[in-house]
Nanobody, 126 residues
Framework: QVQLVESGGGLVQAGGSLRLSCSASGRTFSRVGLGWFRQAPGKELEFVAAIYWNGDNTDYADFVKGRFTISRDNAKNTVYLQMNSLKPEDTAVYYC???????????????????WGQGAQVTVSS
């Protein structure tokens, strides 16, 4: 059974930092891309960041470039999202997801991902 479990969410003041982790099991994740998406109340799910299976290629949404960093440790089957300079508009539920194994590029669209975690709440106060 494939499982993705996020951790590290919480409440932080604007300008602060948080690091999300996502541990994966039940599948060989070292050969698939991993990504983070988020959904704020009343808004659609949106792409945040993704990293290719080898860790060499990454992609970020414009609104997090320079503030968030995605990384992965294939030995631990874990992907991370370091979030710095957080803003109140970053408040959302953050989901990690694993990309379909057939993709040969970094996915930025939800339907390119076939397994999802349960989500971690990130709240940024002003």
């Amino acid at each position: 059974q494939v499982q993705l479990v996020e951790s590290g969410g919480g409440l932080v003041q604007a300008g602060g930092s948080l690091r999300l982790s996502c541990s994966a099991s039940g599948r060989t994740f070292s050969r698939v891309g991993l990504g983070w998406f988020r959904q704020a109340p009343g808004k659609e799910l949106e792409f945040v960041a993704a990293i290719y299976w080898n860790g060499d290629n990454t992609d970020y949404a414009d609104f997090v470039k320079g503030r968030f960093t995605i990384s992965r440790d294939n030995a631990k089957n874990t992907v991370y999202l370091q979030m710095n300079s957080l803003k109140p508009e970053d408040t959302a539920v953050y989901y990690c997801a694993s990309q379909m194994s057939s993709l040969v590029h970094i996915g930025t669209i939800p339907y390119e991902y076939d397994y999802w975690g349960q989500g971690a709440q990130v709240t940024v106060s002003s």
